[in-house]
């Protein structure tokens, strides 16, 4: 193994060296020759160096530079130095990280990892906690504890019996709401559309004193980090009235949970931690290798009730925490280790200062933009940054050129009717050099579109 593995790591320092400087997205020549891979089955086995290098050669430049410092096209950050290092050790030790008597080392580790991200996030140390894939699935997990308590409850366990003949539960969310919620609420047989929506403000916050009286089984889902504009839902409040008349409130906070890791921002999760459950990533804003999404409840007990399943041929009875009692799947990799490695490589100081240099990276790009003549459609509170160059045609053109040079990438978006060029600066990696060379080819490429 030593030499392919070597060969790996050789290839993927490369990788990471050469995505500093190259083009961000991919060139037309490197997605056609995707076409190599669009061979007939092998018939026989091939060496696994030759393995590698086919996919080296033909796969690496066919990235999107989402692992350099100026992809800003999505809120994405490159895995930091120890969580790639870990990910790689950790897939070679390929633990399942079902249950404590299976894998009692990742297991350990993933206890210690959920610790420590109570304590970052200033949320209740007795939560309980699930490694998951991403936000959508953190979300989904969430909001089934939720549905396990507020129908418990009302004398119902939806977990036995379904819904079918439940108790109505009322699902109250912002105007704003993220897709993936959605998605959740639908997965839980809650519905997608069969919701009551709170209007919202210009910066996509929801209106507390907008929500109607609540009774019955209801469930509130709130916002931390508007997927434009960055914003966050009035948690405090929010939490005060749905909690007054017996409601969860459910926080989707894929990245803008991660506020309350930083002092500067703090003041904007005031009020998170009075939630009941919460759903976060890891791949973004804490930098760690895809895919690893954060689900946290205060009940521990909900959680478990929503998730935990028995088997004869299943070692579940232990004193340690079993994983997969508190997540969607059974098996999965040992994801909870590549976040322990995040925490433990960059300690409670250095994700503070991730944190704020991303925000002071998103301030830097709309104050320099704006100096230039460029239109800023959000408050930039957090690392968001909507820009507008005039017309929805003209914005648009403007955003396919800055794709095409290379320098940076970022997308489009349409915000309140707007369209908008959507910045998201969530990388260890970006500095303020990289947020000027952007800035500098980005005002070329509007210029070029004049
Ligand atoms: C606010 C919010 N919620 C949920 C999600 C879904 O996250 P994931 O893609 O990790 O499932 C996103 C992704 O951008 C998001 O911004």
Redo the contacts with the bound molecule.
């Keep these: 193994m030593h030499p392919l593995l070597a060969d790996a790591a050789f290839r993927a320092s490369r990788y990471l060296a050469d995505v500093e400087t190259r083009p961000v997205a991919p060139a037309p020549a490197a997605l056609a020759a995707l076409e190599g891979f669009n061979t007939p089955l092998p018939e026989n086995p091939a060496a696994p160096a030759e393995t590698l290098r086919l996919l080296d050669e033909l796969g690496s430049p066919a990235t999107m530079g989402m692992a350099g410092p100026r992809f800003f096209g999505?809120?994405i950050g490159g895995a930091l130095p120890a969580t790639l290092a870990a990910n790689w050790l950790t897939t070679a030790w390929d633990q399942n990280a079902v249950l404590y008597r299976a894998s009692p080392g990742v297991a350990f580790i993933e206890q210690v990892a959920l610790r420590w991200l109570l304590d970052i996030l200033h949320l209740p140390p007795t939560c309980g906690g699930a490694f998951v894939?991403?936000?959508?699935?953190?979300?989904l997990t969430a909001l089934a504890a939720a549905r396990h308590a507020v129908l418990a409850r009302a004398g119902w366990n939806v977990e036995a019996d379904g819904l079918f003949g439940a108790p109505p539960i009322t699902v109250i969310v912002g105007g704003e709401i993220?897709?993936?919620?959605a998605k959740a609420l639908g997965l839980l047989g809650l519905g997608r559309t069969r919701v009551v929506p709170i209007p919202v403000d210009a910066q996509g916050r929801m209106l507390a004193e907008k929500i109607p009286p609540i009774s019955g089984p209801t469930l509130v889902c709130v916002?931390?980090?508007?997927?434009n504009t960055g914003a966050i839902d009035p948690v405090a409040e929010i939490c005060r009235l749905a909690h007054a008349a017996g409601a969860w409130v459910h926080v989707?906070?894929?990245?803008?949970l991660w506020a309350a890791a930083a002092p500067s921002r703090a003041h904007l999760a005031a009020g998170l931690a009075d939630a009941d459950s919460w759903?976060t990533?890891a791949?973004?804003w804490l930098n760690v290798p895809y895919?690893s999404?954060l689900a946290f409840v205060r009940d521990p007990h909900a959680l478990q009730a929503a998730m935990a399943i028995t088997a004869e041929y299943l070692p579940t009875q232990s004193e340690f925490r079993n994983p997969s009692d508190f997540t969607p799947e059974l098996s999965r990799r040992a994801r909870g280790v590549d976040v322990w490695a995040a925490l433990h490589s960059l300690g409670r100081s250095g994700i503070a200062q991730l944190i704020e240099a991303n925000c002071a990276q998103a301030r830097r790009f709309a104050e320099k933009l704006a100096a230039a003549g460029c239109t800023i459609l959000n408050d930039v509170v957090l690392n968001q940054v909507l820009v507008s160059f005039g017309d929805p045609g003209r914005t648009q053109r403007v955003i396919a050129a800055i794709q095409a040079d290379g320098t940076c990438w970022a997308g489009v978006t349409v915000w309140q009717g707007r369209t908008a060029m959507r910045i998201s600066v969530s990388s260890w990696r970006t500095t303020e050099a990289d947020v000027d060379l952007s800035v500098a080819a980005i005002l070329r490429a509007a210029q070029s579109v004049a």
């Design positions: 999505f809120v894939t991403g936000a959508t699935v953190a979300n993220h897709p993936s919620v916002q931390a980090g508007n997927v989707d906070g894929a990245f803008g759903a990533d791949h973004k895919d999404g």
